[in-house]
């Protein structure tokens, strides 16, 4: 089934709740109600034969309303094409339900955007953060979480209990030398100080690590 195709039988099937979305270098896309997403990605693998979820991800548009979307990247292997899926979710109710009864792949990605934006799954089976630890008290995808990180306490399976700083925004490892040619030269952690990140994008003999 190609793409028109689905969103034809999208559309008639939801109506004017599904609205397409701009085609983006050649990727097509809709919006749809949270509440309707389970019944429409089931439909695009019974009937759509896209048989795989290829990414979930969230997104924090900050001030705009709904604050947070989720996007559902759906693949057909047997046509070959793509559709992304999108449904908004509100900031006082980031809640949508889960996936991962028809694509075992949103597992893990779902448990990514619960960790990264506090996005919540309901029917999850084992909805629990899968990149910082059970605890950690922040969300540091969100647009209100800064770059230099926030303090917290750190878990107690941890070696040698305390607490996690803030890293050095300024004067510190991680700021990044602007205007020259090599991006591996700009990246953060390519130096531990900024004396040696200034020698190293200034020194011509010095070879890319990559």
């Given at each position: 089934m190609n793409i028109p195709d689905a969103i034809s039988i999208l559309k008639a099937r939801l109506g004017d709740a599904i609205t397409e979305t701009p085609v983006f270098r050649g990727e097509s896309g809709v919006s749809l109600p949270r509440e309707r997403i389970v019944e429409v990605c089931r439909l695009l693998k019974e009937e759509g034969r896209f048989d795989m979820l290829t990414d979930l991800s969230?997104?924090?548009?900050?001030?705009?309303?709904?604050?947070?979307?989720?996007h559902y990247l759906v693949y057909?292997?047997?046509?070959?094409?793509?559709?992304?899926?999108?449904?908004?979710?509100p900031e006082d109710d980031p809640v949508v339900d889960s996936v991962s009864g028809i694509w075992a792949t949103a597992n893990w990605h779902e448990r990514e955007a619960y960790d990264m934006f506090g996005l919540r799954f309901s029917g999850h089976p084992d909805l629990r953060r899968i990149l910082m630890w059970d605890g950690y008290p922040h969300h540091p995808l969100r647009k209100d979480f800064p770059v230099a990180?926030?303090?917290?306490?750190?878990?107690?399976?941890?070696?040698?209990?305390?607490?996690?700083e803030s890293a050095p925004m300024?004067?510190?490892?991680?700021?990044?030398?602007i205007g020259t040619p090599s991006s591996t030269r700009r990246e953060p952690r390519a130096c531990d100080t900024v004396?040696?990140?200034?020698?190293?994008?200034?020194?011509?003999?010095?070879?890319e690590e990559i």
């Open positions: 969230g997104v924090d548009n900050a001030d705009t309303v709904p604050r947070f979307e989720v057909s292997f047997s046509d070959r094409c793509r559709l992304r899926l999108v449904v908004g979710i990180g926030l303090p917290a306490e750190l878990p107690m399976t941890a070696v040698e209990t305390g607490t996690v300024a004067g510190g490892p991680f700021v990044a030398a004396a040696e990140r200034d020698r190293a994008v200034t020194d011509p003999n010095r070879r």
